[in-house]
């Protein structure tokens, strides 16, 4: 399997710009795109529409190309968009795009990058947040870590964007549209954290999400969205058949100020890899949370207190600009809400470089 990672700035959800030049130049194969990861500029909350103005907007984009191409424009439909909301700080909007083909016989192999996608099945608004949704996104990783090829201890990111429920779609869970949030982004990661073998299913219970953050995945970012009504599920880790010329790492932010963490998630991509510089360094992804505790280094944060702004978005200016300063780079992915992805407060960190 041999992955190619493109990433570019985005003036606007719609600008196709940067893309375009990469697609026009022949640097990118739009047919062969499976993931696109996306920073986009709106709040972050349920009423963000950037999101899906960005994935409507790459679609027909993408459709056109491919036509144009000579290429089957439904090639657009079967690639997993995962758009999060919210620059704040010094996040700046960008895409990070990712394409998938297999390399030739005799082409060498190397430990390296490689990934899987699949979907999960549309999900009723009662069912979001539910144990239903846990079991459902667990197979569904399942299935891509297999197409993936990968062993799961070598596992180290697993992005999914899950849906949430409008104030018309609440029923019978009785949570506000921003509640459902935090529940459909803690029952995908319990989702992963099971398929991972990170906790035992036989013993999560429905009380649990949101609920025991003792519970958690170490690998696992996930983000809810208005714009879809399953989960899409991107699975990255390193194998040995991988034709790549990147590699991946992670480590667990303890808080969000941990920079040790996010050296630490650098530092492992540097093994066997002498001269890895800054340079190389393609793009950071971390999950963000404003403490639940009200302390931050045991000191009180008011992030949780404040009603002009919601603390998702805080959390993400901060861990932002922790990340930027460290490979000052501030078109890093940084999503906010990281119920189950990583301990309270802290958060799933993952770095890929490109190593030849």
Same mark, same amino acid.
């Given at each position: 399997?041999?992955?190619?990672?493109?990433?570019?700035?985005?003036?606007?959800?719609?600008?196709?710009?940067? @893309?375009?030049?990469?697609?026009?130049?022949?640097?990118?194969?739009?047919?062969?795109? =499976?993931?696109?990861?996306?920073? !986009? $500029? +709106?709040? +972050?909350?349920?009423?963000?529409?950037?999101?899906?103005?960005?994935?409507?907007?790459?679609?027909?984009?993408?459709?056109?190309?491919?036509?144009?191409?000579?290429?089957?424009?439904?090639?657009?439909?079967?690639?997993?968009?995962?758009?999060?909301? &919210?620059? $704040?700080?010094? @996040?700046?909007?960008?895409?990070? *795009? /990712?394409?998938?083909?297999?390399?030739?016989?005799? #082409?060498?192999?190397?430990?390296?990058?490689?990934?899987?996608?699949?979907? !999960?099945?549309?999900?009723?608004?009662?069912?979001?947040?539910?144990?239903?949704?846990?079991?459902?996104?667990?197979?569904?990783?399942?299935?891509?870590?297999?197409?993936?090829?990968? $062993?799961?201890?070598?596992?180290? /990111?697993?992005?999914?964007?899950?849906?949430?429920?409008?104030?018309?779609?609440?029923?019978?869970?009785?949570?506000?549209?921003?509640?459902?949030?935090?529940?459909?982004? &803690?029952?995908?990661?319990? &989702?992963?954290?099971?398929?991972?073998?990170?906790?035992?299913?036989? !013993?999560?219970?429905?009380?649990?999400?949101?609920?025991?953050?003792? @519970?958690?995945? %170490?690998?696992? %970012?996930?983000?809810?969205?208005?714009?879809?009504?399953?989960? #899409?599920?991107?699975? @990255?880790?390193?194998?040995?058949?991988?034709?790549?010329?990147?590699?991946?790492?992670?480590?667990?932010?303890?808080?969000?100020?941990?920079? #040790?963490?996010?050296?630490?998630?650098?530092?492992? *991509?540097?093994?066997?890899?002498?001269?890895?510089?800054?340079?190389?360094?393609?793009?950071? /992804?971390?999950?963000? #949370?404003?403490?639940?505790?009200?302390?931050?280094? &045991?000191?009180?944060?008011?992030? *949780?207190?404040?009603?002009?702004?919601?603390? !998702?978005?805080?959390?993400?200016?901060?861990?932002?600009?922790?990340?930027?300063?460290?490979?000052?780079?501030?078109? =890093?992915?940084?999503?906010?809400?990281?119920?189950?992805?990583?301990?309270?407060?802290?958060?799933?960190?993952?770095?890929?470089?490109?190593?030849?």
């Amino acid at each position: 399997m041999k992955i190619k990672i493109f990433k570019v700035p985005q003036s606007s959800p719609d600008d196709m710009t940067a @893309l375009d030049l990469l697609i026009q130049s022949q640097a990118l194969d739009p047919a062969k795109i =499976v993931a696109i990861l996306g920073k !986009t $500029e +709106g709040n +972050g909350c349920v009423n963000d529409f950037t999101r899906g103005f960005a994935v409507q907007t790459l679609k027909a984009y993408l459709k056109a190309t491919c036509l144009q191409a000579g290429h089957d424009p439904a090639i657009a439909d079967s690639i997993v968009y995962v758009m999060s909301g &919210g620059t $704040e700080g010094v @996040l700046s909007p960008h895409l990070t *795009l /990712f394409t998938r083909e297999f390399s030739l016989e005799d #082409e060498p192999r190397h430990w390296g990058l490689v990934l899987g996608v699949s979907h !999960t099945r549309n999900f009723l608004p009662q069912e979001i947040g539910t144990l239903a949704m846990v079991d459902s996104v667990a197979e569904a990783v399942e299935l891509a870590i297999a197409q993936a090829g990968l $062993e799961k201890p070598d596992v180290h /990111f697993v992005q999914i964007k899950c849906p949430l429920v409008t104030a018309s779609q609440i029923g019978s869970m009785g949570q506000s549209s921003y509640q459902s949030m935090a529940y459909s982004r &803690g029952a995908s990661a319990l &989702g992963v954290a099971i398929a991972l073998g990170e906790i035992d299913r036989e !013993t999560l219970r429905q009380s649990d999400i949101c609920v025991n953050y003792d @519970l958690y995945s %170490s690998v696992a %970012s996930t983000s809810a969205g208005v714009e879809l009504r399953n989960c #899409e599920i991107l699975v @990255l880790g390193n194998a040995a058949h991988s034709a790549s010329d990147y590699v991946i790492q992670h480590a667990t932010m303890g808080h969000a100020l941990d920079v #040790e963490a996010v050296q630490k998630a650098i530092a492992l *991509l540097s093994q066997g890899q002498a001269g890895l510089g800054r340079a190389q360094i393609v793009n950071v /992804f971390a999950k963000a #949370e404003a403490d639940p505790s009200g302390l931050i280094l &045991g000191k009180r944060h008011t992030m *949780l207190d404040d009603s002009d702004i919601n603390h !998702t978005r805080m959390a993400r200016a901060v861990v932002g600009a922790v990340i930027a300063s460290v490979v000052q780079d501030p078109m =890093v992915y940084v999503s906010g809400g990281s119920e189950h992805q990583g301990p309270p407060g802290g958060g799933t960190v993952a770095a890929i470089a490109k190593i030849r």
